[in-house]
């Protein structure tokens, strides 16, 4: 079992950043393909960035350069650090934690809203 707790959502201007931090319990964090997915209201839930236990980053085309997905084994927490925030950023961003090999399991936090204004 892992739970995700995300933190770091909020408002900001268009051009500011944001931090986004997901904390994980439990010891399948190691294991675990981390990722950040987001939601917009009206919107399918999407990919924004992921990282595998081995440190190789994956990343939606619309936040490459603008987004840095890393992880800290060490504090069992992962991170996304979004620089350059456009208003189409806005949505629900919600932490996952996946694994597609054995022993497989998919979890997710409760989400965390981020405003991006004008």
């Known amino acids: 079992q892992v739970q995700l707790v995300e933190s770091g959502g909020g408002l900001v201007q268009a051009g500011g950043s944001l931090r986004l931090s997901c904390a994980a319990s439990?010891?399948?964090?190691?294991?675990?393909?981390m990722g950040w997915y987001r939601q917009a209201p009206g919107k399918q839930r999407e990919l924004v960035a992921d990282i595998t236990s081995g440190g190789v980053t994956n990343y939606a085309d619309s936040v490459k350069v603008r987004f840095t997905i890393s992880r800290d084994n060490t504090k069992n927490t992962v991170y996304l650090q979004m620089n350059s925030l456009k208003r189409e950023d806005t949505a629900v961003y919600y932490c996952?934690?996946?694994?597609?090999?054995?022993?497989?399991?998919?979890?997710w936090g409760q989400g965390t809203q981020v405003i991006v204004s004008s």
């Open positions: 439990g010891p399948s964090f190691r294991i675990a393909t």
């Open positions: 996952n934690a996946a694994r597609s090999t054995f022993p497989r399991f998919t979890y």
